[in-house]
């Protein structure tokens, strides 16, 4: 079991940069496979990004595509989502996932889930 805490959320302007961090509990975080979902207000939870367990392949939803950056430390427990040129759009909570599937992009196939980390994008 693998217990996840999200942080590294806040207000930003347009244009700006954020970084996410997810600390994750226990000593088989290597064995995971890693994924940043999103939910904005009024919509479905979404996939961002996913990172597979020893960090080599890297998946990322189209909206985010060059512009978000998924890695992981796996020495810290901690993977990353590095945010650049943030838009209004990207606004939402934020929440890391550990599975056991690399790149999956249905929230359904992760096992476990951060409590989640606001994201504010004004314009």
């Known amino acids: 079991q693998v217990q996840l805490v999200e942080s590294g959320g806040g207000l930003v302007q347009a244009g700006g940069s954020l970084t996410l961090s997810c600390a994750a509990s226990?000593?088989?975080?290597?064995?995971?496979?890693m994924g940043w979902f999103r939910q904005a207000p009024g919509k479905e939870r979404e996939f961002v990004a996913a990172i597979s367990r020893g960090g080599g392949r890297r998946y990322y939803a189209a909206s985010v595509k060059g512009r978000f950056t998924i890695s992981r430390d796996n020495a810290k427990n901690t993977v990353y989502l590095q945010m650049n040129s943030l838009k209004p759009e990207d606004t939402a909570v934020y929440y890391c996932?550990?599975?056991?599937?690399?790149?999956?992009?249905?929230?359904?196939?992760?096992?476990?889930w951060g409590q989640g980390t606001q994201v504010t994008v004004s314009s």
């Open positions: 996932a550990a599975g056991y599937s690399s790149g999956d992009q249905d929230a359904s196939r992760y096992d476990y």
């Open positions: 226990g000593r088989t975080f290597s064995s995971y496979a």
